[in-house]
């Protein structure tokens, strides 16, 4: 345990949450044993038991949740007990999800319990999204343990970060999804694991971004109010650089006002709001959720900023979100894979690519050739894109349809190719 960590603890949440929080260590380590040594004894594998975990504090989201309602509305819970190892209870609603098991992991004090602890280690099927948490590390002999993820991008690995408080258990498993082929040399190389683990088969959540049924005004009404519902929506997503914690990431501090490059200040972003008012759109600015919230802009009339907690306030699902979206701003994170999946503009943001190839790197020796669409390095890029989807011109349709069979592995439904790959059957 090192001492600046506890010394950080301290500050952020005072020494009484810092003693109480190291206190829930304790007893979490000793439960973990004392599961696991009963296990070891006395139990084994539970051939009907699915777990679910993603990343802590955000619970009941991305790949995991989609391949969950996948299951849960398909009518796999007739067969098997679908378990939920959750921060907090209260993400997911037991009178919508009935007959679904749920275990404190990881909440804020620092407690799992021991349930936790015996479902992660008895449960035939472990899916997770970042890592396992170490909650299934006395598995019962024949577990299979899926690495849902959450993306793959353009960054490169964190693990030449000494900094990085990196777990091991990131990597605990049988098989990685990625979205495509091109993709499974660079994973593999990332978790150093053969790429014979690596299924080029794509997200779940994909099955949520290709949706057919979404309705796009209401989703922007719910999110931005009644006035907005008619508006040509464009969706900035960038990927974090300062973040909100000592996270320890080299490109932590690459300093944005907003967040965002090419369009750093108070001028950019008022020009860019006249722009929106006069061709009718609205530009939303969605914050990684490791970003430093340093300004929230609120000043703007048709540029709007968004957060998870805004979209689990209103019961907007992200993917929901992108889906309803006419274009997309990005840079070197996954959502800009994702979308090539929609077939819409993008416009990748990368005036500080040089900067971050020094602190982050990349997986490809020239990122931008799998960018299929604007490259932006300035403002005058930013708003020519901008311009051009409020003009419903389209310069890289012919781009992105030559990556996509590269980037991707594309299907009609995601979570039932994962299931058929996995062999998982319902009951006849």
């Known amino acids: 345990m090192k001492k600046e960590i506890i010394k950080q603890r301290i500050k952020n949440s005072g020494l009484i949450y810092t003693l109480f929080y190291y206190l829930c260590r304790v007893a979490t380590l000793m439960g973990e044993k004392c599961v696991c040594f009963f296990i070891r004894h006395f139990g084994g594998l539970n051939e009907n038991y699915i777990v679910f975990k993603n990343r ?34 209260k993400s997911i609603d037991k009178k919508t ?8 992991a990881e909440n804020k004090y620092g407690w799992t319990s021991p349930r936790a602890f015996y479902y992660g280690n008895t449960a035939k099927y472990f899916f997770y999204t970042n890592n396992t948490a170490n909650l299934n590390r006395g598995a019962a002999k024949g577990q299979l343990v899926v690495n849902l993820w959450h993306g793959c ?16 258990s990131m990597e605990m498993f049988d098989y990685a999804l990625v979205p495509g082929e091109l993709f499974v040399e660079a994973k593999a190389r990332y978790w150093e694991c053969d790429q014979s683990k690596i299924l080029g088969i794509g997200y779940p959540r994909y099955d949520w971004l290709l949706q057919k049924n979404l ?5 922007i009404g719910k999110l931005f109010g009644a006035d907005m519902e008619g508006r040509r929506l464009i969706l900035w997503m960038p990927t974090f650089r300062k973040t909100s914690s000592e996270s320890g990431f080299d ?18 972003l008022e020009e860019l709001d006249r722009i929106c008012e006069e061709t009718g759109s609205l530009l939303v600015i969605k914050r990684h959720p490791l ?21 689990d306030k209103r019961n907007v699902l992200l993917y929901h979100f992108i889906a309803v979206s006419d274009a997309l701003i990005s840079d070197y994170s996954s959502v800009a894979v994702d979308y090539l999946l929609l077939d819409r503009p993008i416009g ?4 500080d690519i040089e900067q971050y190839r020094e602190k982050r790197g990349f997986i490809f020796d020239n990122p931008l050739e799998y960018m299929p669409g604007q490259i932006i390095y300035t403002f005058e890029d930013l708003k020519t894109f901008i311009m051009d989807v409020c003009q419903g011109i389209d310069r890289y349709r012919e781009a992105r349809h030559k990556l996509m069979p590269v980037m991707h592995n594309k299907c009609d439904n995601y979570c039932e190719r994962i299931i058929k790959n996995l062999g998982i059957k319902k009951e006849r």
């Open 153 to 168: 991008g353009y960054k490169d690995s964190t693990h030449k970060n000494k900094k990085i408080q990196y777990s091991s």
């Open 348 to 351: 990748f943001a990368v005036g």
């Open 97 to 104: 999800y009935k007959n679904v098991i749920v275990a404190t």
């Open 291 to 311: 970003q430093a919230k340093e300004n929230d802009g609120q000043k703007f009339k048709n540029i709007k900023f968004a957060d998870n907690k805004l979209l």
């Open 215 to 219: 309705d796009k005004r209401t989703i």
């Open 56 to 89: 802590q504090q955000q619970d009941f989201t991305d790949n995991a949740r989609a391949l969950f309602e996948y299951l849960y509305e398909n009518g796999y819970s007739k067969k098997y007990k679908l378990i939920w190892l959750v921060s907090s209870k």
């Open 251 to 268: 490109e932590g501090d690459i300093g944005l006002k907003y967040g965002i490059p090419v369009a750093c200040d108070d001028g950019c």
